[in-house]
């Protein structure tokens, strides 16, 4: 499914995580010396002739709860508070779609791209057709190294995130892993996921856990991920009724599922942790069962960074001399989820 919304200033709309503006013919100042791809005369700043900063944004990611929150916030923030036009395309994965829609507006004079949570395996057309017209791509999570592709890609440490929801999974069963059956549920068309999962799965080996079925469990929809994960922890437990200690999956929502399952099966010593820290999970958690702990990632923060950088660009044409930008998540647990306010 592919949705396009075009969003206008001061309009009622929704946020992108992704802004996208094109700069056609031009060569702009990278604040390194150097100058975006496309040549052509330097530019004093970012916009077109008629000084409007119009942004092309796209996800495939739409359909997750943080993936909606986070694009309709920029979407909100770049028309209502900075007077951009921004436009939004988004599409279940299908990023055939969305760069048949990106390459229409750069041609229609894009000044810059946001992407929101892009797969760089999956963006390098888009990629190739921003560099010949000279626009910049500024990215919300849109990998895990940095990308010579985008003018700055603001992102959360998979590794630590990885490493602190296994180690809450670990004092949850009794400080240690050794001979616990653990499930680990993944999405590889996401990449960060993709990459906490990997990361989490050799962690739980080299601690001696068993993983549940063999392998990590993929789900394939982020839109049906609640009931994937359900299924898969329904059907294992049915299998294995006594052969699970604790669940990891690789946000929230998914995890969600797999509490539904445990609670379902009359279980409270099987743990959960997800990544996302959603409004619902802090629910779970201080109901002390088995959602335990989840990482709190700030997207609207993110979004507000994302925004600061491309009005340094609009204002200037100069782009942040680093272009990777990876923040530390918050672990929240039992410990400190009172005192925390979800923002998803």
């Known amino acids: 499914m592919h949705a396009r919304t075009i969003l206008k200033p001061l309009a009622a709309a929704g946020v992108a995580l992704f802004a996208v503006a094109a700069l056609a013919g031009c060569s702009v100042d990278t604040g390194q010396g150097g100058a975006a791809a496309g040549g052509g005369e330097t530019r004093e700043n970012g916009m077109g002739d008629d000084g409007v900063f119009k942004v092309a944004a796209f996800t495939a990611g739409y359909g997750t709860p943080g993936g909606k929150l986070t694009l309709d916030y920029f ?3 770049g028309n209502a508070e900075e007077n951009w036009e921004v436009t939004l395309d988004t599409s279940e994965f299908n990023y055939d779609e969305i760069t048949t829609e990106i390459q229409n507006q750069i041609s229609n004079g894009a000044d810059a791209i946001l992407a929101g949570f892009p797969d760089p395996r999956q963006t390098a057309v888009i990629e ?6 000279g626009i910049p791509i500024f990215s919300i999570d849109g990998g895990v190294e940095p990308n010579d592709a985008y003018a700055v890609d603001v992102t959360f440490s998979q590794q630590q995130m990885a490493e602190e929801t296994v180690g809450a999974l670990e004092e949850a069963v009794g400080g240690s892993l050794e001979g616990k059956d653990v499930m680990v549920i993944g999405h590889d068309p996401h990449i ?23 392998e990590m ?28 200690d604790a669940v990891w999956v690789g946000w929230d929502d998914g995890a969600l599922g797999a509490v539904k399952a445990i609670n ?41 960074q994302v925004i600061d950088i491309m009005n340094d660009y609009r204002d200037s044409a100069t782009l942040p001399e680093e272009n990777f930008i990876d923040l530390p998540a918050e672990l929240i647990d039992r410990s400190n989820v009172d005192a925390f306010e979800p923002t998803l």
């Open 264 to 304: 379902e099966a009359g279980r409270d010593d099987i743990f959960v942790t997800g990544v996302d820290a959603l409004e619902e999970t802090t629910v779970e958690i201080k109901k002390e069962g088995p959602m335990y702990a989840s990482m709190a990632q700030d997207w609207i923060g993110v979004v507000d």
């Open 217 to 244: 469990k993929q789900v394939l929809n982020p839109g049906t991920g609640r009931t994937e994960a359900l299924t898969f922890v329904q059907d294992y437990l049915q299998a294995n009724p006594d052969g699970l």
């Open 192 to 214: 960060g996921i993709q990459t906490r999962s990997n990361i989490a799965l050799e962690l739980f080996e080299e601690r001696g856990a068993n993983i549940a079925g063999g």
């Open 75 to 77: 979407v909100e923030a």
């Open 128 to 133: 190739q057709a921003a560099a010949d017209a």
